[in-house]
């Protein structure tokens, strides 16, 4: 596979461009997650050993882009010895330019703003279960699978296992496949509060003085040799708290319906 050199990364993209791209991106947006919003970071702290390669995020999602970029300021801030904190944009000076993230192919080719975004890391598939809006059943394009696995092999990559940024959607289990078969370091993120703060897009303020939250949490403890896909995807799921135990609404419901039907059943005298 190819390999990224002192000019371009792994996909020949220049690295003064990147940089570019993500120090402009990085002003634009400082102020939705340090002013409009304050965003709430916690456990930086488990990514400062980690290795430059291998490494796969794995998060819930909430907006197509204000996810991305507030990992994008934590990443950077992380890479400049700031832990936990956004408060000093001085970072974006120095970004982490081997950083990616897998996106919608769809998404990333609507708008000007869209195509800065791609440059500045997207690995781009083509959902096999969804396309414009409609449901769709295509084959995985081996492709793209293997630009992923280029892109873990050259630094570090964040994937969005549910593929949509409805919350307790199912996970997908081609990013379970693809930790077996690439045995990465796998980091879960845990995301709240973007959606309320930004539109889907994630690029227009929708709501002022809202905190959201990012959590990074520790490595996932992983049998690469035995654990199946499945129960690898189980894990990655509980880690980013998108399993129906998980879903206070899904409980609230629930038990509402318990109580309706001891409504309706007949008293025993």
């Not at 499945?230 to 319906?257: G, P, R, S």
Request: charged share 25%.
């Amino acid at each position: 596979m190819a390999k990224k050199n002192i000019f371009t990364d792994a996909f020949g993209n220049l690295y003064f461009l990147k940089r570019l791209i993500i120090f402009i991106l990085g002003i634009v947006s400082y102020r939705r997650f340090n002013g409009f919003n304050k965003l709430k970071i916690s456990g930086t702290e488990n990514l400062v050993d980690l290795p430059d390669s291998n490494v796969l995020f794995v998060s819930n999602h909430q907006t197509y882009f204000a996810d991305v970029a507030a990992m994008y300021h934590a990443f950077c801030a992380v890479n400049n010895g700031y832990l936990n904190s956004i408060k000093n944009p001085i970072y974006l000076l120095n970004p982490k330019v081997d950083f990616y993230y897998v996106a919608a192919e769809e998404t990333m080719n609507k708008g000007l703003m869209t195509k800065l975004f791609k440059l500045a890391g997207a690995v781009t598939v083509k959902r096999t279960w969804r396309a414009e809006g409609q449901n769709v059943n295509r084959m995985v394009d081996l492709t793209e699978v293997e630009n992923i696995m280029k892109a873990l092999d050259n630094g570090w990559v964040i994937t969005f296992p549910q593929g949509t940024t409805s919350a307790f959607a199912q996970g997908r289990k081609g990013t379970a496949k693809l930790v077996k078969n690439q045995r990465p370091i796998v980091i879960p993120i845990k995301i709240n509060g973007f959606r309320r703060a930004f539109d889907k897009k994630g690029l227009r303020v929708k709501v002022t003085g809202v905190k959201p939250t990012m959590e990074f949490k520790p490595a996932l403890d992983i049998d690469y040799d035995n654990d199946d896909a499945q129960t690898i995807l189980n894990k990655i799921m509980v880690a980013i708290e998108q399993t129906e135990d998980f879903n206070l609404l899904h409980e609230y419901d629930e038990t509402l319906k318990a109580q309706k039907s001891e409504e309706k059943s007949p008293v025993k005298s």
